[in-house]
């Protein structure tokens, strides 16, 4: 069983920044890519950025320039450092990882519980 658990989520400035933290544990796993997503009251859940083993990375276009991602592998762990921070950016982000099992060799994704960002004045 993988756990993932996010922090760092909190009320920020309009054009302030924060960064996000989450860190996958469990044991019979190797972390194949690991990614942020966000969902906003009554919207869905969108991507905001992935990162992939070889550190290649996406970010969606509405935050492109804005944020960074970023993981240490020996920690299992993925970062998120946003800047500039909007008032739409206000969302519930969730830590996202996909896992490839060791004793099935199949690969299995896995949400953490979520962390509030919240941009207001």
């Known amino acids: 069983q993988v756990q993932l658990v996010e922090s760092g989520g909190c009320l920020v400035q309009p054009g302030g920044s924060l960064k996000l933290s989450c860190q996958a544990s469990g044991s019979g796993f190797g972390i194949n890519a690991m990614a942020w997503y966000r969902q906003a009251p009554g919207k869905e859940r969108e991507l905001v950025a992935g990162?992939?083993?070889?550190?290649?990375?996406n970010e969606a276009g509405s935050v492109k320039g804005r944020v960074t991602i970023s993981r240490a592998n020996a920690k299992n762990s993925v970062y998120l450092q946003m800047d500039s921070l909007r008032p739409e950016d206000t969302a519930v982000y969730y830590c996202?990882?996909?896992?490839?099992?060791?004793?099935?060799?199949?690969?299995?994704?896995?949400w953490g519980q979520g962390t509030q960002v919240t941009v207001s004045s």
């Open positions: 990162i992939v083993t070889n550190s290649t990375t």
């Open positions: 996202n990882a996909n896992v490839k099992i060791t004793t099935t060799r199949r690969f299995s994704v896995y």
